[in-house]
């Protein structure tokens, strides 16, 4: 049975047609991403992530981290695989050509990791912050914060993490207690972080943690938080490293799924106190941060379509050798796949991947536009449909994920819950995908208290219309499929229209 297959003329298909490259590839900054570019280099992922990550995959699940002293050893290969990964340059792909980057739109590398989510989503959790580090930098850092880091995390010499969950703080982020003092032109952070994926490891030679805290005279609750950059070792001025910062990993979580990423505890400040320098203004901190969450909220729903897709792929492939009983209409024992149920299953899986990576790549379109679009208004327009659709994507993306995993279990019988199959795994991986980057149910928060209040509807308004007018195209394209179609579209853009007006 194929580990798994990159699906990558999908992928382009979705890239063209859903994403439209062709209007995305005229936005200044981006002309050479052309269909034959794109196609080379999903090409070229897929075999990165089908022969390097994927035979990882398990033994990640297997080995699991390990934390010795204050060191933790990711799984066997995962490192080598890591540094291979950054001397090919696939961390780069989205960022700015000033700092290393290859410039490509956030439509191309959300397929590119999609793939590395699908081979190995413990793996592909290590770039994922990384890269929600890059953003929030570049967004907001200053510039001696750009000069420092920019590069070296760009290239993915250097990992990003994310580190906003305490025990007493995780939905309720305004609740935290890690505090920074000012000393001097810089902050000294003490408190304990939990939970913070791959905020120890092997695979790289320094970690950027980017870290809320409280200072001593902030106002309470979220608006009293400040961000802070907190360097595992210390950056000299010339870039080279210096001494190793007040911060360390005193425990790894034992977890249900994605065993190959290190979930770490961690602690700032045990002796003097871990040094940071400010992001932004005081008390500005949760504000900022959204850069890097909403980043991260786009990555993990895409990583519930990715586990959904590599799922579904086990599913067929067991579906089409397992003979099981006689098929309706056949004479003979042969593949279950010949099911009407089990037929059922699979496509339902193939719909919601399908469906799921569509929304995906439309959203990080819009985000294309959202910052290079020439004019102002449709800037404007893209920026609020993309945020709009972040918390559904995360949400819904998600959400299938581990429906689809489980149905891949359910297809293979007593052998899918069975681990030697591998199947399994990807149930208990997507099972934290609903759960961080905010639960689905403060993304529901999200969309409902945010999203669309904010706007009185405004950005849902300009969706439904888009979607009348597809609704309108099914009806003069004619065919009753399409028909069928068109008619349940319809009642579900009108019962999404008449929920709006209600909230
Ligand atoms: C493997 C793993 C990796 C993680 N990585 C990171 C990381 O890198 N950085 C980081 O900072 N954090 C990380 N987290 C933390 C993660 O984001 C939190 O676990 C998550 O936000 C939920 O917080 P909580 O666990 O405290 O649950 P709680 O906030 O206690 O929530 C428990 C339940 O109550 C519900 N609930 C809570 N508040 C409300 C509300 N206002 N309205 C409705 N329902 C509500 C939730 O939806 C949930 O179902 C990680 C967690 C795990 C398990």
């Known amino acids: 049975m194929p580990t798994f297959t990159p699906p990558v003329r999908d992928m382009a298909f979705v890239i063209e047609e859903i994403g439209a490259l062709d209007r995305i590839s005229t936005l200044p900054g981006y002309e050479e991403a052309t269909p034959d570019l794109v196609s080379a280099v999903l090409e070229e992922a897929g075999r990165f992530g089908a022969g390097v990550l994927a035979p990882l995959n398990p033994v990640g699940d297997r080995e699991g981290c390990v934390l010795e002293g204050d060191k933790v050893r990711l799984p066997t290969g995962f490192a080598d695989a890591y540094r291979r990964f950054v001397e090919v340059g696939w961390n780069a792909v989205p960022f700015d050509p000033d700092f290393g980057g290859q410039g490509l739109p956030w439509l191309v590398a959300t397929a590119v990791q999609e793939i590395w989510h699908a081979a190995n989503m413990s793996f592909g959790l290590i770039p994922m912050l990384t890269q929600g580090a890059v953003e929030l930098l ?107 910062n007040d911060v360390s990993c005193i425990k790894l979580e034992h977890k249900m799924g994605i065993h190959g990423s290190p979930t770490c505890v961690m602690a700032f400040g045990e002796d003097e106190g871990a040094i940071g320098t400010l992001v932004g203004r ?86 294309d536009i959202a910052r290079h679009a020439a004019d102002k208004a449709e800037r404007a327009a893209a920026h609020a449909l993309a945020d709009l659709l972040i918390p559904v994507v995360k949400s819904w993306g998600t959400a299938n994920g581990v429906q689809v995993a489980d149905m891949a279990v359910q297809v293979f019988g007593g052998m899918g819950f069975v681990e030697e199959t591998g199947v399994a795994q990807h149930l208990r991986d997507a099972r934290i995908a609903p759960i961080y980057e905010g639960t689905n149910g403060i993304q529901a928060l999200d969309l409902i208290g945010r999203k669309l209040i904010r706007d009185q509807g405004e950005a849902m308004g300009g969706l439904l219309a888009e979607i009348r007018r597809t609704e309108a195209d099914l009806a003069e394209s004619g065919g009753e499929g399409l028909e069928r179609l068109r008619l349940e579209l319809a009642a579900a853009s009108t019962l999404c229209a008449e929920t709006v007006a209600w909230v």
């Open 282 to 367: 005081e008390n500005q901190g949760l504000a900022l941060m959204f850069t890097m969450m909403n980043n991260a909220r786009l990555a993990v729903g895409l990583q519930g379509v990715a586990i959904a897709e590599r799922a579904a792929q086990k599913a067929i492939a067991y579906a089409r050798e397992r003979v099981q009983g006689i098929g309706p209409g056949r004479d003979a024992p042969g593949p279950i796949i010949h099911h009407p149920d089990v037929r059922r299953t699979l496509m339902t899986q193939r719909a919601l991947v399908e469906a799921g990576r569509a929304l995906t790549y439309f959203t990080a379109s819009r985000l």
């Open 138 to 244: 570049s967004a907001h850092g200053t510039a001696d914060q750009k000069a420092l880091y920019l590069e070296q995390l760009v290239s993915g010499a250097w990992t990003g993490t994310m580190n906003l969950t305490e025990p007493g703080a995780g939905s309720d982020v305004g609740a935290l207690r890690t505090r920074a003092v000012r000393d001097g032109d810089h902050y000294r952070i003490t408190g304990q972080k939990i939970f913070i994926t791959a905020g120890e490891h092997d695979a790289a030679e320094n970690i950027i943690h980017l870290v809320l805290a409280r200072l001593p005279d902030a106002p309470a609750g979220a608006k009293g938080i400040s961000l802070f950059v907190v360097p595992k070792f210390l950056v000299n001025p010339d870039g080279s490293l210096g001494k190793r």
